[in-house]
């Protein structure tokens, strides 16, 4: 049966939100959503696969563990793949799971070997003659990130083997976590610091390994448990896994007390019953159990499939639930502007935490849940401390209660609120002046595609704010190098480079201006667009919504957006501060109807002889045409340098005009000449 469109929509929609929340559960160390919610999203796109196996993918999450590697660390290839594990949610689950492996190996009972599913970071540890010489996360099990050195810092796992007869080269596997005790003590110490506490131990253990400066890992003493191998040699491998783990204790890695020899489903169902019920007394989070196949002859008859073993499963424990009163709800400003409802709790006791708040995400979600301030509400905590609220216990209503809207100001700068029809985020519209939002409108001012300032890194503008010597982007200006030698770490020489590319960003473009500014939805195009329609500020300052959408590619929510910005006063004060410090740009104002490119869109590949790529592409912008990165059937022209990539083959291949750098220069100024007449 041919898979209806609905099916193929639906398991897009649930691929690409898989791959959303698994980069900010692995690689941004920040969930979006708990556990259970993540399960059920991927349970849902296997069930759809599985009915019409014509959509499956070779890059769907459900044939991949994880996500690609940070670039902040150096790839590392496994020799052998670092699987993930099915899961099983009911007894019923480990009954199939049980009942495949007993048909399979052809065995009335088979033993297993249980252990706590730790909720930590899975690593690789590779061992010659006896000695560490390279550790890896899991990464997207085939390509994990070398952490070597944040490794050495963890002090359960040995530098170099004890006792002896240890493989001439092998590797343990094993997971990396950080004990509830250290959690909450790192915490603690974050609180006073006034600085980001971490959401669970999981993430504050992956957080810790992935320090650029392992003196901060050490600092957040870690522990480690192995739980099994992967480059072994087959002939020094013993019979059953618990052996292997016996030989590995013997060595100096530590190995888990709690993991038992079970005998069948009735001793995995014993074993899932007692951890979860003494999980709250383990000195580390479990958030289910494991059972393998103890037997690796068995193992390697039951094989693997695209993303986990056929001999191994995890049996997760439930959600934890309790009820609360919501007490306030109050809003929070991000880093990008975004306000988040926040629930304040009556303190509620839920798997050995006490929750006060629960992030609200949005305030679609506010009312979809129709949650109010008074009411009764249960409040679910799924494998980690991320409580979210279930539902509204209607019964337990008040009488008297409101409904939840979103501030028409932000709390922190007192700006417009304002959101965009298709975007479930309310944002606050003061991005040059809002302290919520320093950081990130300064680390964008900066970029390369804006004010281009070099040397203007993210730590420096941590140093910066931290002293206080800027706020706004127009405090950059008023920098001296004596006090930008203050900050640690950067000598006088860095300082007066940095006042230097300062002093080289002053003079820039009213498109790369306009960039610069950060306003929602105002990409590098758009700004270009916007300059080129509108030749000065002032003009744009002063459009209403509907002149604004007379420009090209420029709807009703990006006018909007435009519009709301620049009438915050606070916005308008950082701009002319900026220009007042002598931000500057040749304003050339020319006719709408004169841009003999406009409508055209051109890709640039390869390098030019007489001027750089950027500056062709300012060029072409210049005269109204659109320049975008990649290549696609609707390209108009591909503009081909010196070493060409792979983009010259597509356009050939496309029936896309190819023109190089002399019929460039050549369009360039019949199109200028064009423009001035």
Known sequence: MRAPDSAKQRADYLRQQIELHNRHYYQLDDPLISDAEYDQLLRELQQIEQDYPELVTQDSPTRRVGVAPLKLFAAVRHELPMLSLENAFSEQDVAAFDRRVRERVQLETVEYIAEPKLDGLAVSLIYERGRLVRAATRGDGHTGEDVTQNVRTIRDIPLKLAGEGYPERLEIRGEVFMPKKNFLALNDRARERGEKVFMNPRNAASGSLRQLDPKITAARRLGFFCYGHGIYPADRLPERQQELLAQFASW???????????????GC??????????????????????????????????????????????????????????????????????????????????????????????????????????????????????????????????????????????????????????????????????????????????????????????????????????????????????????????????????????????????????????????????????????HTLENIKNADEKALQDVADIGPAIARSIFTFFRQPHNLEVIRQLLEAGVRWDEAPARVGSLPLRGRTFVITGSLSSMTREEAKAKLQTLGAKVTESISQSTDYLVVGAAPGSKLTKALEWGVEVIDEKKLLHLLDRSDTQTQQ
């Not at 007390?257 to 009735?266: D, F, M, Y």
């Not at 494991?290 to 986990?308: D, I, M, N």
């Not at 439930?318 to 303190?347: F, M, N, Y």
């Not at 965009?420 to 939002?437: D, H, M, N, T, Y």
């Open 269 to 534: 169902l014993d074993y899932y019953r007692r951890l979860l019920a003494c999980r709250h007394d383990l000195p580390y989070e479990i958030d289910g159990v494991v059972y393998k196949v103890s037997r690796f002859s068995l193992q390697a008859k039951l094989g693997v499939g695209a993303r986990a073993p056929r001999w191994a499963i995890a049996h997760k424990f439930p959600a934890e639930e309790s009820t609360t009163r919501v007490t306030a709800i109050t809003v929070q400003v991000g880093r990008t502007g975004a306000l988040t409802p926040v629930a304040c709790l009556e303190p509620v006791f839920i798997g050995g935490v006490t929750v006060t708040h629960a992030t609200l995400h949005n305030v679609g979600e506010v009312h979809r849940k129709d949650i109010r301030i008074g009411d009764t509400v249960v409040i679910r905590r799924a494998g980690d401390v991320i409580p979210e609220i279930v539902k509204v216990i209607l019964e337990k209503r008040p009488a008297r209660t409101e409904i939840f809207t979103m501030p028409a100001r932000c709390p922190v700068c007192g700006s417009d609120t304002i959101s965009i029809p298709g975007e479930a985020a309310v944002r606050c519209s003061g991005g040059l002046f809002c302290p919520a939002q320093h950081k990130e409108s300064i680390k964008h001012f900066a970029s390369r595609k804006a004010m281009d300032i070099e040397g203007l890194g993210d730590k420096l503008i941590d140093q910066l704010l931290a002293k206080n010597f800027i706020r706004t982007v127009a405090d950059l200006y008023r920098l001296s190098a004596d006090e930008l030698a203050r900050p640690d770490r950067m000598g006088k020489k860095s300082a007066d480079n940095l006042i230097q590319a300062l002093e080289r960003s002053k003079q820039t473009t009213l498109a790369r201006f306009l960039y610069a500014l950060g306003i929602r939805g105002v990409g590098e195009i758009t700004a270009q667009t916007l300059a080129s329609h509108f």
């Open 252 to 266: 100096g890695l530590p190995v888990n007390r709690e993991i038992e020899v079970v005998q069948g489903l009735a």
